[in-house]
């Protein structure tokens, strides 16, 4: 699956803590972004990077932060975990070839914030 | 901000039958990406279309692009267990190529 691991896979946590998930691609692809999964709310952009140290937000960024410090590593960080964040949260790549722009998903992390 | 829709939200087929998902956007599309996520699983790739009035074929998946590059759809002919999940559209809006709006998801059920 385009090389991309996520890390942790589960984590449970409490309200106010602070969460780092990880995503890590192994081919160098300049995109990448997070989502977030909800049900009745498809998947939802959160931020989403175009190079190193270079990122942007998404339609549901506030709360989160991101770096990116190589290429192949992409960073979601809860500052204070609330409940309201409690979701899946999907990190894709996109690799560009030949002018397309399909987006490829890593298996996901499922968070939950008690 | 760009808003997609989807529908409908759900829909449950005896094995066979036809299967149809709608997808309109508020806004013109550079490109429009389907996706399908199996329970339990991440969203994979389908297929993506540029043109206007576009129409590609996967075996028995049959995806169009409207004339003025806002809506798609996606219908598969006699659909098999293996069809089962979430089927997503995604947009992206003229000049953010790489930069999707997903829909909210058709979740497909098919029975024997």
């Known amino acids: 699956d385009a090389g991309i691991t996520q890390s942790p896979r589960h984590k449970v946590t409490e309200t106010g803590t602070p969460v780092t998930l990880r995503c890590h691609q192994t081919?160098?692809?300049?995109?990448m972004y997070w989502y977030r999964q909800d049900p009745g709310h498809g998947l939802r952009l959160i931020h989403y990077?175009?190079?190193?140290?270079?990122?942007d937000k998404g339609e549901v960024s506030d709360g989160y932060s991101v770096s990116r410090s190589k290429t192949e590593d992409f960073l979601l960080t809860l500052e204070s975990a609330t409940s309201s964040q409690t979701s899946v949260y999907f990190c894709?790549?996109?690799?560009?070839?030949?002018?397309?722009?399909?987006?490829?998903f890593g298996p996901g992390t499922r968070l939950t914030v008690l | 901000g760009q808003q997609v829709m989807q529908i409908p939200q759900y829909q449950h087929v005896q094995e066979g039958e036809d299967f149809t998902t709608y997808c309109n956007s508020s806004t013109t599309l550079s490109n429009i990406q389907w996706y399908k996520q199996r329970p339990g699983g991440h969203p994979v790739f389908l297929i993506q279309l540029v043109k206007s009035g576009e129409v590609k074929k996967q075996k028995r998946l049959t995806f169009q692009f409207g004339e003025a590059k806002k809506n798609s759809s996606l219908h598969i002919t006699a659909t098999q267990t293996t069809d089962v999940g979430t089927y997503f559209c995604a947009g992206a809006d003229t000049g953010t190529a790489s930069k999707l709006t997903f829909g909210t998801g058709t979740r497909l059920q098919v029975t024997l």
């Open positions: 990077s175009y190079g190193v140290k270079d990122t």
């Open positions: 081919e160098n692809h300049r995109y």
């Open positions: 894709a790549i996109t690799p560009g070839l030949a002018g397309g722009h399909e987006q490829f």
